[in-house]
């Protein structure tokens, strides 16, 4: 599975961006999808994940309200619309992909230990 991120940028508070991810994978469906940021001298956290279906979504509290996460199965896509933007969204952020049966129908993983990681998009907040 290899997946590449795109879309972050500089951007003023108040404004919003939206980051896309593609995924190179025979079966996108098989996986949950999640962006996880990481800001300079900080963990890896998640922002917001989605299963296999799109059916499900999970939302870090810092998240909620502000950004919402899709995909397109057909697309082998997955994105993060982000608005009202806040400086303490700054950070590097990543895409990520689980495989969906591995949850054998447990809630969605909000830990950034899923098994494939893009290479993140740096997003910057000025306030």
């Known amino acids: 599975v290899q997946l590449q991120a795109s879309g972050g940028g500089l951007v003023q508070a108040g404004g919003s961006l939206r980051l896309s991810c593609s995924a190179f994978?025979?079966?996108?469906?098989?996986?949950?999808m999640g962006w996880f940021r990481q800001a300079p001298g900080k963990e890896r956290e998640a922002v917001a994940v989605i299963s296999w279906s799109g059916g499900e979504t999970d939302y870090a509290d810092s998240a909620k309200g502000r950004f919402t996460i899709s995909r397109d199965n057909a697309k082998k896509m997955v994105t993060l619309q982000m608005n009202s933007l806040k400086p303490d969204d700054t950070a590097v952020y990543y895409c990520?992909?689980?495989?969906?049966?591995?949850?054998?129908?447990?809630?969605?993983?909000?830990?950034?230990?899923?098994?494939?990681w893009g290479q993140g998009t740096q997003v910057t907040v000025s306030s």
């Open positions: 994978v025979r079966a996108f469906s098989d996986y949950d």
């Open positions: 990520a992909a689980d495989d969906s049966s591995a949850r054998s129908g447990r809630p969605l993983r909000m830990t950034p230990n899923y098994e494939y």
